[in-house]
């Protein structure tokens, strides 16, 4: 379709000017509205104003300037249907052929700290979404252009041909239509968070593409990695990265991983992570000696994983790290000394988050065939649990140490789930495991003479007492576990038995 008349009316104005004026010499007449009318005259290009076309005035702060019959039917009318011709010429309707249009700024306004509910809703669109829908619809007469990135598509083709070609038109009016869906969706999110709606009666989200990726968990899958608008500030989707070839599918899921475990602690920590599991955690004073423990925790797994530290990575730690091959190191930040050293290894990839920021607790989606599952995020932590010691002995002061740490462990290993704990690291773990003592005869073989006065963490409860016995005759002196099995009394009695402290939080924490 040819273009001879456009109406441009945007927020976002990168690109605008050289458009605008490339349209302009080819003849095209620019109808234009409020801050956009003004930028074009101001550089020259000629502009009818929104009014001219309409006969009314913007009225209501401008609420309501494009909500006109000249506007819209201008954009839907059918240009091969004879009555909807005949009823342009008796209303004085001209056909409107190009629409660019970008909306309200709604996601940087909620994006701003403590923005005002009224504030908010000013910044919903209304004109802009109808006519961009409009337009969208009646693509096979009209070109709609809601992204700057495509200005140079339609002037190219315009240049070349005087038209713009049906398969253009028709992948930009598919690209409005994902770009209101995504804005109503941000709009629909926000309006839902302010009233507090649980699980609404529809579930509507969106995410913007950040990459393609070259393939998905395997070579033969397409794979793309989306982040949410105004998501988590301490993300794998937020992240900043600083060096390296381009993260992965399988990296994206395992750096996430590691990051959901390193932010459960406030001292000096450093994770490991391999195949979406824990294969090593340290703490210390520092961030060598917590890297020195989560490497000893397993250092045949660690190859090949991806890091995650809560606290600056230096000169000493990252020559450490380039002794061994790694995937990824994800940090607060590095030192510049630090960086020297590893970003002598071309392919790592060092990425970094602020860990300043880790934002409220949102929501986990997972997706199933033909549908999804929604749940809050696992947040909840061992202070806020009812703990208690059934047994006739409570842990040493030593012993609750390492069973925190395997606390804050294992809820982050696949279900069913084990993790022995020592000396601020983990010794061993148990994932993924169809019963829970297999799960615990895996760590306890991991762990091998270290499992010896360590404390054993368990994601679920003990359905009987074979558990509590593999792991007293391994060495274990204590147990956290959330209890409230029928057969508690069993294991209660074993750990007694055996004379080990064993805790009861109350809380499960199964990750499938």
């Not at 209303?91 to 923005?115: H, R």
């Amino acid at each position: 379709m040819s273009i001879t008349r456009a109406l441009i009316s945007v927020s976002d104005k990168e690109g605008l000017l050289p458009f605008a004026k490339a349209l302009a010499e080819q003849g095209v007449e620019i109808i234009s509205t409020g801050g956009t009318s003004k930028a074009l005259q101001e550089a020259g290009i000629p502009v009818t104003g929104i009014s001219e076309v309409t006969g009314f005035p913007e009225i209501m702060d401008g609420r309501v300037k494009t909500l006109h019959p000249m506007i819209h039917g201008g954009l839907l009318a059918v240009r091969d249907n004879e009555s909807h011709r005949n009823q342009m010429e008796e209303n004085g309707i001209k056909p409107i052929d190009l629409v660019v249009v970008n909306l309200y700024p709604f996601k940087q306004t909620i994006a701003k700290e403590n923005v005002a509910f009224s504030d908010a809703i000013e910044n919903i669109d209304i004109g802009g979404p109808s006519m961009l829908r409009s337009a969208a619809k009646n693509h096979a007469y009209v070109t709609v252009v809601v992204d700057p990135k495509d200005y140079g598509l339609v002037l190219e083709e315009l240049q070349q041909h005087q038209a713009v070609s049906e398969e253009t038109r028709r992948r930009l009016a598919a690209k409005t239509f994902r770009h209101t869906a995504a804005y109503d969706a941000l709009i629909a999110e926000y309006l839902t968070q302010q009233v507090e709606e649980e699980h609404p009666e529809t579930y509507t989200v969106t995410f913007e593409k950040k990459q393609d990726l070259r393939y998905g968990e395997n070579p033969h899958q397409k794979a793309a990695f989306y982040s949410k608008p105004l998501g988590a500030v301490l993300s794998v989707a937020s992240a900043q990265q600083l060096h390296g070839k381009e993260l992965s599918y399988n990296n994206i899921n395992d750096a996430d991983a590691a990051l959901a475990i390193v932010k459960e602690f406030t001292d000096p920590a450093v994770v490991a992570v391999k195949h979406m599991n824990p294969c090593g955690v340290g703490t210390g004073r520092n961030v060598f000696e917590a890297f020195s423990r989560a490497y000893e925790a397993d250092p045949v797994s660690i190859f090949g994983g991806i890091i995650a530290s809560n606290v600056e990575i230096d000169k000493e730690t990252a020559e450490k790290m380039s002794s061994i091959f790694l995937e990824i190191v994800i940090a607060p930040s590095f030192s510049e000394e630090a960086l020297a050293v590893l970003t002598q290894k071309k392919n790592i990839r060092l990425l970094i988050v602020p860990f300043e920021k880790s934002g409220v607790i949102g929501k986990k989606i997972t997706t199933i065939a033909g549908g999804m599952l929604v749940q809050d995020e696992d947040a909840f932590g061992l202070e806020e649990a009812n703990v208690t010691v059934p047994t006739k002995r409570e842990p040493t002061e030593k012993e609750w140490a390492d069973l925190k740490l395997a606390w804050k462990v294992v809820k982050h290993v696949k279900s069913n789930a084990i993790v022995l704990a020592r000396d601020e690291m983990t010794v061993g773990v148990g994932a993924g495991q169809m019963n829970r003592v297999g799960a615990a005869k895996i760590a306890i073989e991991q762990a091998g003479e270290l499992a010896q006065g360590s404390a054993l963490g368990s994601d679920a409860f003990f359905p009987m007492d074979d558990t509590v016995e593999a792991a007293a005759k391994a060495g274990v002196t204590a147990i956290i576990q959330p209890g409230g099995s029928v057969r508690d009394e069993d294991s209660i009695k074993k750990a007694d038995e055996y004379g080990i402290a064993m805790v009861f939080t109350g809380v499960r924490h199964f990750k499938h």
